[in-house]
């Protein structure tokens, strides 16, 4: 469906021409997004942003989330009682590190797009379980935007549904009733690297 993620940022302008006149921040869920927001932030010219939040994965299966971390808040999905409280703090404690490390690897000493009143584009390259996505809402809530527009190219119906609770709006080229894994909607789904993070923003 989509060649790779600039091809599926091309896709996605389309949909985005009716904030065109709105006072719109891009953020972008790292590090898949990055790219790809860049590419909308560059193309309407509006702002770019990184929210820091990273899926939280199960002591005995780091890719089964359990819920999302961001750098001051822990989101928890419901139900994962065969998680330890000791196992949840070194999960979480591990994350939380990680992601200090990568906001000052990637926004160094400058400050966070304000959001106070503006419209956010909030920008994965896929929506699975909507987790990330559920908690990067919940922090930028704080900031006080006046809406929270989810943007991907691809999701689960399920997810997208699910997060019209909590998003003002969700964008997506195309959902999937029988969604298994964002890279399967791509020809190219390379990895995003830290240093491909660090390269985009620089560029912005």
Avoid: C
């Avoid at 808040?73 to 404690?93: K, N, S």
């Avoid at 999701?155 to 609770?165: K, M, W, Y």
């Amino acid at each position: 469906m989509f060649r790779n993620r600039h091809d599926a940022a091309q896709q996605l302008i389309p949909h985005l021409e009716q904030y065109k006149h709105n006072d719109v921040v891009v953020v972008a869920v790292p590090r898949g997004a990055v790219p790809m927001a860049a590419d909308l932030a560059n193309h309407f010219g509006w702002p770019l942003g990184v929210v820091f939040v990273k899926k939280l994965g199960h002591p005995f299966n780091h890719e089964y989330a359990i819920g999302a971390v961001g750098l001051d808040d822990v989101f928890l999905d419901p139900g994962h009682t065969d998680v330890t409280p000791r196992d949840l703090q070194d999960a979480v404690a591990e994350a939380q590190v990680l992601l200090r490390r990568r906001r000052a690897m990637f926004l160094g000493v400058r400050p966070d797009v304000p959001l106070r009143g503006r419209t956010v584009l909030l920008v994965d390259d896929g929506i699975a379980t909507g987790a990330t996505v559920r908690a990067s809402i919940a922090v930028l809530r704080k900031q006080d935007p006046v809406a929270i527009i989810v943007v991907a190219p691809v999701g689960s119906t399920s997810a997208i549904e699910e997060l019209l609770s909590s998003a003002d709006d969700v964008v997506v080229v195309h959902s999937d009733p029988n969604f298994r894994a964002v890279g399967e909607y791509y020809d190219d789904f390379s990895e995003v690297t830290d240093e491909d993070v660090v390269q985009v923003l620089q560029q912005i």
